[in-house]
């Protein structure tokens, strides 16, 4: 039997495997920070998924300062209680243990209002709103904050806590010397700096009892010029589980290198897996390992040698629901991976609803299906992400469907982009697609591009993606040796960007070309931090606030913006006989990934 699938006991509370759902702001709760219906059932997918513990996201304390985001779920108030309660229920009765991490966010307040609060008044990056000193008293309502918020969690029926205590919250700005610079009692000797986390667990304990269970989420290393690393924390597993704490939740990095916590694809998985056994072996409780462990090899790994007793993970079970149950039945080639694109993250970092690019199901899960009334015959016409996930979401409403595709394999600019060696996690989702479409049954006929007329189906739904005006990326990607040596692309966007950097690594002298001041809308803050080191490296030359100027471009010309709807025939040609057309994917509009797969899944769902 695997090690992820064995069950764990700790006082008192059963664990199914040793699968947790990590901790991720999700951005479903009302603006007061109650229990909406999409939180219950976004967790209780995640729960009938089959994963040990449930970890609901950082949840904030008092209605002053510690509150990061305006979606954010609250255990400030009494009146919060009820809805905290049937969120637990809906866990439980789920078969899994229900946790909730509580957290100050300190001096990384993402809303605009004040007050920003921290030990020390060090912004979490230059030039951040500098926050305001707690004074002692402030300090002291802060924990009496935690322990209100225990015993309401504990009333609501919540078997276990986290405490937030890593990534440059409060708790652990009191910890990392680069971010307390206090000369108090809370401040200067480790000692000092440990106290306000210590009085925070004693309350939290104070608040929930002792039959629940405390979980401190704890960084292995600060990344930080100043912070903490393994030896320091080390020290401080061991001081928090002796105050009380019951398992210690593995993580390291601040919002300073959210690009190192929350690794976009180019970069590698697993930054702070290594901190999972020493941090144990100081701690001697249980310890979560996480931080981008998507190789299940790895995560299985850590369980069986020892490393740690649980291993969790945020976005892979926000692309897949189900993936506990299908590790723990061995049937992992049917998850849907996460790609690690951060679109998840820029949403909630923006303010926004998190949705997810590579799964339109996740965060609908409130939302009711329309009845299925009759089985059609349904075609899809293009099997790029849009096409897959319409062809995907009307079979699995029971339609019969047959999904046409010009080229030799599915997967349109998908799959032209998992091409480039720092795009990893493309083929992965590539092979999911295979597979899911061949169980769905959905008939797929590749190399075909069939006239309106010849498609023997009562519903289309057109997905045939876009057309550059010149040379586009498409056929960038397909033939780069046709480009000759020198290269201007044009639109700084996620695919421009992309391509130039690849162009660059290919040894050619690329120029990116872009009107405005920045990168476009579409390329997210994690891609900012790292695209421009990245093409710096490739030698792409970067011209921002310029104009293109076709006459002035040395080389060939490559257009990553401008394309146009691409449609096969006329619109009447497809709806001959009374037949229903729903467009889906760039040639309805839809831009990037999520628009492309949540288009899809739309106008599949239209079909009824
Ligand atoms: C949108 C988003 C929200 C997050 N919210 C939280 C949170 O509320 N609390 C927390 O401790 N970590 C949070 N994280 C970090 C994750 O728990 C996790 O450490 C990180 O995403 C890397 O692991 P993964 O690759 O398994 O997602 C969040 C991550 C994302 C992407
Ligand atoms: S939006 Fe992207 S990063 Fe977030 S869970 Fe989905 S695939 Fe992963």
Not at 213 to 236: E, K, T, V
Not at 297 to 323: I, K, N, Q, T, Y
């Amino acid at each position: 039997m695997s090690a992820l699938a064995q069950a764990f006991e700790l006082g008192g509370h059963r664990f199914r495997n040793r699968l947790v759902q990590a901790p991720m702001c999700a951005m479903y709760a009302a603006p007061d920070g109650s229990v909406t219906p999409q939180v219950i059932e976004y967790y209780r997918a995640r729960a009938l998924g089959g994963v040990a513990l449930v970890i609901v996201e950082i949840t904030f304390t008092d209605r002053l300062g510690s509150r990061a985001f305006h979606a954010q779920l609250g255990a400030h108030d009494d009146t919060m209680t009820p809805g905290l309660g049937e969120l637990a229920a809906a866990i439980k009765d789920a078969g899994a243990v229900a946790g909730l991490q509580l957290g100050h966010c300190g001096p990384q307040r993402v809303v605009a209002e004040p007050p920003v609060v921290a030990p020390s008044p060090i912004p979490w990056a230059p030039g951040k709103r500098v926050p305001h000193e707690l004074t002692i008293e402030e300090i002291a309502a802060i924990v009496d904050d935690h322990r209100e918020a225990g015993r309401r969690l504990a009333q609501a029926g919540f078997d276990l806590v986290e405490l937030h205590g890593a990534h440059g919250y409060l708790l652990n700005a009191f910890l990392c010397p680069a971010t307390n610079t206090r000369t108090d009692r809370y401040g200067g000797s480790p000692e000092n700096r440990l106290r306000f986390p210590l009085e925070v667990v004693r309350a939290l304990r104070a608040g929930i009892g002792a039959k629940r269970l405390i979980s401190f989420r704890l960084n292995g290393d600060d990344l930080l010029p100043g912070g903490l690393g393994i030896d320091a924390y080390r020290g401080i597993a061991r001081e928090i589980a002796q105050a009380g704490v019951d398992i210690v939740h593995v993580s390291g990095g601040t919002y300073r290198v959210m690009e190192r916590r929350i690794p976009p694809m180019y970069l590698p998985e697993a930054p702070f897996a290594a901190y999972a056994r020493p941090i144990r072996e100081a701690a001697g409780v249980p310890v979560i390992a996480s931080g981008t462990i998507h190789d299940l090899d790895l995560a299985e790994r850590l369980v069986r040698e020892g490393d740690a007793d649980f291993v969790s993970m945020a976005r892979p079970m926000f692309a897949d629901a189900a993936l506990a149950q299908k590790v723990v039945a061995n049937r992992a080639a049917d998850i849907r991976p996460c790609i690690r694109c951060n679109t998840c993250l820029a949403r909630e970092q923006g303010g926004l609803r998190g949705y997810c690019a590579v799964n339109p199901r996740t965060g609908r899960e409130h939302e009711a299906l329309p009845p299925v009334l009759r089985r059609k015959r349904v075609a899809v016409i293009g099997a790029g992400p849009a096409g897959i996930e319409a062809a995907l979401t009307a079979a699995a409403r029971g339609h019969a469907v047959t999904l046409y595709e010009r080229a030799i394999g599915i997967g349109g600019q998908l799959a032209l982009a998992a091409r480039l060696p720092f795009k990893s996690t493309l083929p992965r989702l590539l092979r999911y697609y295979e597979r899911a479409l061949e169980q769905a049954n959905v008939k797929l006929e590749c190399e075909s591009d069939p006239p309106p007329a010849s498609v023997d189906a009562e519903a289309i739904i057109l997905a045939t993606g876009s057309r550059s005006p010149g040379v586009g990326c498409t056929e960038a990607l397909r033939n780069p040796e046709a480009l000759g040596e020198r290269i201007t692309v044009v639109g700084a966007n996620t695919r421009g960007a992309e391509l130039a950097w690849w162009l660059g690594t290919l040894a050619k002298r690329v120029t990116l070309v872009e009107r405005d001041a920045d990168f476009d809308d579409d390329v997210n803050l994690i891609q900012r931090l790292v695209l421009p080191g990245a093409l710096a490296e490739a030698q792409v030359r970067v011209l921002f606030n310029t104009e293109f100027a076709p006459e002035r471009e040395a080389g060939t010309v490559v257009l990553a913006c401008g394309a146009e709807p691409e449609l096969p025939g006329s619109l009447d040609a497809w709806r001959a006989g009374g037949r229903q057309v729903e467009l889906a994917g760039e040639c309805a509009g839809a831009r990037a990934l999520i628009g492309a797969t949540t288009s899809g899944y739309r106008a599949a769902l239209r079909l009824g």
